[in-house]
C-alpha cells in the first residue's frame, strides 16, 4: 500500500528482457533502496514491484508481461526518469490517499495550460474508469495522488503546483506521453457492495 507521494525521481539503469514475455529492470533511486530489502515493495510510476535485488543503490524487480502490456512500464527506455515510492509504513502520515500500486488503465496527457501559480493538465480517460473518477476526487497519475479539478465523458484535468512540477515525472512528460491511472480502490468496492444488494 502506498500514499501517492513521490518520494524520489529514479533512472532506469536496465531493461532486460526475460522468458516468456517478460523483464527484468533495474532502477537506481538511492533513497528508496536506503533500507530497501528483498522483497519488499516500491512503486515505479504508479505500478507497484517487488525488489529482488540492491545494490549500490540500484535495485532490480521482475516485471510480467501482463503488467508490460497493461501499464506505461513496456515504453520505459535506459535513462528513462521514474517516480519511486516505498511500501507505506503503519503510524506514518497518509499525506496523499490510498494507493495500491495496481494500474487501472493507461491514458495519455492532451493539454497543458500553464498558469501564474500553477498548471492544468488534462488527460484521457479510458471508458472503462470514467465512472470511478469525479470531480474532487482521487486520482493516482503514474503514481501521484492528485485532485480531479473537473471531469467530462472522455478526460479529466488536475491542476499541478510547482513542487509537484519539480519532483515528478510529470512535469517532464508531452503531449501525448502515456501515464498510468489508478482509480480510487473505495469507488469499486462501493460499486461491488450495491451490485451485490441489486442482483
Not at 1 to 14: A, D, S
Not at 106 to 132: G, H, N, T
Not at 145 to 154: P, R, W
Request: charged letters at 20%.
Amino acid at each position: 500500500m502506498f500514499t501517492g507521494i513521490v518520494e524520489e525521481l529514479g533512472e532506469i539503469v536496465r531493461l532486460t528482457e526475460g522468458a516468456e514475455d517478460s523483464a527484468v529492470i533495474a532502477v537506481r533511486g538511492p533513497l528508496v533502496t536506503s533500507d530497501a530489502r528483498h522483497g519488499d515493495s516500491i512503486s515505479v510510476n504508479g505500478c507497484c514491484l517487488t525488489v529482488i535485488d540492491n545494490v549500490d543503490g540500484v535495485f532490480t524487480a521482475d516485471v510480467m508481461g501482463e503488467t508490460l502490456r497493461r501499464t506505461s512500464l513496456g515504453a520505459l527506455r535506459t535513462g528513462s526518469n521514474v517516480n519511486l515510492e516505498r511500501a507505506a509504513a503503519l503510524g506514518s502520515r497518509l499525506g496523499g490517499h490510498l494507493v495500491q500500486g495496481h494500474v487501472d488503465g493507461v491514458a495519455r496527457i492532451i493539454a497543458r495550460e500553464p498558469a501564474d501559480q500553477w498548471e492544468v493538465v488534462r488527460f484521457s480517460l479510458p471508458p472503462e474508469l470514467a465512472k470511478y473518477v469525479v470531480e474532487k476526487g482521487s486520482i493516482t497519475v503514474d503514481g501521484v495522488s492528485l485532485t480531479v479539478m473537473a471531469v467530462d465523458g472522455d478526460s479529466f484535468a488536475v491542476g499541478m503546483i510547482p513542487a509537484t512540477s519539480k519532483l515528478t515525472v510529470l512535469g517532464s512528460k508531452a503531449i501525448g506521453d502515456p501515464v498510468n491511472l489508478e482509480v480510487d480502490v473505495i469507488a469499486k468496492y462501493v460499486e461491488k457492495m450495491l451490485g451485490a444488494r441489486n442482483v
